[in-house]
């Protein structure tokens, strides 16, 4: 999941996806175990849910008006990892199973 993983900005713990790609035997392993088990349990670390978020200006807009800008949420690498690895794990059920519809599209 980590290699399927573009560079993108840290969250609040400044791990970068770079560093996990880096991890050494059998530390993947030990990362997998650790999803596998929040997955299981349906227990997120506290500090995974943390978010910074990152007021972003919206283009041609007065910065001086606080509505002209939207939010950003920088989440841990590690929390969207698992995001990630649920989301392909109900997307396979889903297909396997025929549960999606033809014509459904977007989300």
Known sequence: MV????????GPHNVHYQFLRQL?????HILLKICNNNWTTGDIPPSWREALVVPIPKPG???SDPS??????LTSCLCKTL???VNDRLVHVLESRNLLSKVQIGF
Request: glycine share 0%; net charge negative.
């Open 3 to 10: 290699n399927k993983s573009n560079e993108s900005a840290t």
């Open 24 to 28: 050494p035997e059998p530390c993947p």
């Open 61 to 63: 807009k007065d910065p």
């Open 68 to 73: 002209n800008y939207r939010p950003i949420d």
């Open 83 to 85: 995001e990630r690895m």
